[in-house]
């Protein structure tokens, strides 16, 4: 694929699937979390704080319930987001760091672990390890992932949800390549893609250029 192709892809597809999150507090954080200067502690509270973000956009379309409460003043009808009704699905374990940023939107949405590793040589996904709650079927889930490379993970993930009859789903992730989210749209183009960034390709390695490094060895201090 040509640059001015691509370029005329990721144009239409921004009007169909991908959500780019490009408020400037978002893009200040992320040029730090860029920055291989970043040490570990500052780089998982960037990551919560983006995640944050991130997660708060994909949830502008939330229904809201009303309940009864007291102010100092007055009794009111007020709007909350019932958690019942969301799961998020941090794929382990870079997808684990976005996890508190995204239960401090929704602190009472049930948790999906979805436990993956790539093969270094073929660079598909190997899943070991699947939670999730009795009643995912009936939740919104919300896939945490920083990274979307190949996008080989994120299909994956999704998969294996659809395996357990969840029908609306929504893919986070801090930056992606456009490799990845080609993969994702033929694959999966009914699941939204929310996103800080989307860089320019990925290396013969299927890291993300200029990418940000292994967001998993950075944000449990692994690298």
């Known amino acids: 694929m040509t640059n001015e192709q691509k370029s005329r892809w990721l144009d239409a597809l921004s009007h169909r699937q991908l959500k780019l999150v490009s408020s400037p507090i978002v893009q200040h954080k992320l040029t730090f979390l860029r920055d291989e200067r970043t040490g570990t502690k500052e780089f998982r509270e960037l990551v919560t704080e983006i995640g944050n973000s991130l997660v708060s956009a994909a949830l502008e379309d939330a229904k809201l319930e009303t309940i009864k409460i007291k102010t100092p003043l007055a009794e009111i009808e007020s709007p909350v987001i019932n958690g019942d009704h969301y799961a998020f699905a941090p794929i382990i374990r870079a997808g684990e760091g976005m996890l508190p940023g995204a239960l401090q939107v929704i602190p009472n949405a049930r948790v999906v672990h979805i436990g993956m590793y790539r093969d270094e040589v073929t660079k598909e996904p190997h899943l070991y390890f699947f939670k999730a709650p009795k009643d995912i079927a009936q ?37 992606a390549a ?46």
């Open 178 to 223: 456009p490799e990845g989210l080609l993969a994702v749209a033929n694959s999966n183009p009914e699941v939204p893609i929310y996103t800080a960034a989307v860089d320019w390709y990925l290396n013969v390695d299927a890291f993300i250029v200029p990418g940000l490094g292994d967001a998993g060895d950075r944000i449990f201090g692994t690298k």
């Open 139 to 175: 939740r919104e889930t919300i896939i945490l992932d920083p990274m979307l490379a190949t996008g080989n993970s994120a299909n994956a993930a999704i998969n294996e949800l659809k395996k357990r009859g969840v029908t609306k789903m929504k893919l986070v992730c801090i930056i």
